[in-house]
Structure formats: C-alpha cells, structure tokens
C-alpha cells in the first residue's frame, strides 16, 4: 500500500485529504507542523509527500529543499496563493507540481497516481536497465566497464557512478547540489566543485572534443542534464 505523508496545518483540509486518499486505498499520516513534517519526512519511509506550502514556523519551500536533500519521491505542493504558484514554477529544485486550493479532492487524488504512477516507472527503468547504449559510448553496469567506440576507458568509481546516473535519467537537468547528494551523500566530505571537477574528467575520457561535450550538457545557472539520443 501506498504511503502518503500529508504536511498541513489546517486540521479541515488535512483531514480532507486523508479522507479521499484513504477511500482511494492510500495510507496517510499528517504533520500538522513543517518541524513535524521534516522530522517525517526524513526518518521514515512514503511514496509521496502533499506540502501545504503556508505553514507556521518553517517555509515550504525551505522544508522542500530540505526534504530533498535525502529523499527524492514526489512532491507535491499545496498553496492558496497566487504568488506561491509563480513561485512554485520558478522553484528549481524541489516540487513535482502543485495543487491550487480550493482543490477538488478527486483532481487531488488522480495528481497524487499520476506522479506515483510516474515515479514507479523511473525508479524501474533505473533499476532494470543494466547497459547503457548511446552513440559509441557503453556502459556496462553490472562489471562496470566503460567502452568509448569500443575501447575500454578507465573510469574512478565515483566517475562510473555520476556518468550512470546522468545516462540512466537522460534529458534531466540535475543541480550539482542534487548531484554532489546523490553520488557522494550528504555527510561527504567536500562541496559541489567536486562534481564540476568529476564532470571534467569524465569528459576527457568520453568526448571527443571536451570543450563541445556531447553528452554532458551544461545547463547554465542549473546542472547537468545528459543528453538524450533519439
Ligand atoms: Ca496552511
């Protein structure tokens, strides 16, 4: 069964919620705090967390990052207000989407199994996929060996791993902050140059020409994003 994590501190709409996503076979909890929401959030385990971004104490989009920094399932954030939802579209680490209130809680629940229906299939296609194979460039994760047209390249293991995440999610811009946590963790020692530096050499070894990568894209002012070969 699916688990829901509902951050809301009007006790109305929180109940509302766990109302309709129960009826719709989800199981919920709610924090009525973005304190007890983040302590939620990040100790135990949901498919998909609802975020009302209007909270006392603690803002929604801060609890947002902060969540982010460790789990990376569906978020989906709940606002009243206009300006959030400007916000929310400018937010570039964090939301999946967002719900305007008033809400229709039956729009709310089919939200809610469109992005756990789409996070299913990433997580899947992520795990199954075990060879990777784009332009002259493979990877073979299960002996994690690396083949540019054929020769084999010399990749470090923090290398292998950062150039198999960015080629198993192709046409995604990851942040290097998102980067750094993924690969490294977030108690690493080190910042996010450590992943410009990885993406450097990386390069040297899979581009013909680094300078104009063909791979690894740069997304100015945001990440990383691997290109997708159609
Ligand atoms: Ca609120």
């Known amino acids: 069964m699916k688990k829901i994590l509902i951050i809301e501190d009007e006790k109305s709409i929180a109940e509302l919620e766990r109302d309709y996503l129960e009826v719709n076979g989800f199981e ?10 983040l302590i939620k959030a990040t100790t135990k385990e949901y498919d998909l967390i609802l975020l009302d971004l209007m909270l006392p104490g603690m803002d929604g989009f801060e609890l947002c990052k902060q969540i982010r920094q460790v789990k990376d399932i569906p978020i989906l954030m709940v606002t009243a207000r206009k300006e ?5 579209r400018g937010f570039d680490r964090g939301a999946d989407d967002y719900i305007a209130k008033p809400f229709n809680p039956n729009e709310l629940v ?10 299913d299939r990433l997580v899947n296609k992520s795990h199954s996929k075990k060879e990777i194979r784009v332009q002259g460039l493979y990877i073979d994760e299960s002996s994690r060996q690396i083949f540019i047209n054929g020769e ?27 980067l750094f946590e993924r690969i490294w963790g977030i108690d690493a020692f ?35 994003r691997f290109k997708e070969f159609g």
């Open 190 to 224: 080190g910042d996010i140059s450590t992943v410009t530096v990885h993406v450097r050499k990386i390069r040297e070894k899979i581009e013909m020409n680094p300078s104009t990568p063909i791979f690894i894209e740069t997304v100015w002012g945001v990440g990383y």
């Open 152 to 178: 084999e390249k010399q990749f470090t293991a923090k290398e292998f791993d950062l150039l198999t995440f960015l080629a198993s999610n192709p046409n995604q811009v990851f942040s290097k902050d998102h």
């Open 110 to 119: 089919a939200r809610v199994k469109a992005h756990l229906t789409r996070y």
């Open 28 to 37: 919920t909890e709610i924090a009525f705090t973005g304190e007890d929401g």
């Open 84 to 88: 959030d939802i400007d916000m929310i």
